[in-house]
């Protein structure tokens, strides 16, 4: 997965599980801001001329002006059961392991798949 997407899917899945009621604990918020500071640093360091328009469209305002437009549908189950899983195994200590792991070597951002 391309780094882009995936501070992309962090932001946007920190968004919507605040909006359906289940938001992250502490620690998971701790590891939040850390991840989402640690991908932040990666793509301006390596996405060129694109760094700032990557961060403005996938960072956190992005993602709260995403949310307020929004349909409750978001939550529906069937939407939601995928969309939870991602966010908060994005935050567990294994899957912020793997995050960082991804940002060890210089690459451009967009490389990779996105979902």
């Known amino acids: ?6 501070y992309g899917t962090l932001n946007q899945g920190r968004v919507i599980v605040e909006k359906c009621g289940d938001p992250f604990d502490a620690e998971e918020e701790a590891r939040y801001a850390q991840l989402n500071t640690d991908l932040e640093a990666f793509i301006r360091a390596n996405g060129g001329d694109r760094a700032e328009k990557i961060v403005a469209a996938w960072g ?12 409750a549908s978001v939550c529906l189950p069937k939407n939601y059961a995928t969309v939870r899983g991602m966010a908060h195994g994005l935050v567990s200590v294994s899957g912020a392991a793997e995050v960082r792991s991804k940002l060890r070597a210089p690459r451009d951002p967009m490389t990779g798949f996105c979902l």
Do not use: G
């Open 1 to 6: 997965m391309s780094v882009m997407c995936i």
């Open 60 to 71: 956190p305002a992005a993602m709260r002006e995403y949310i307020k437009a929004a349909s």
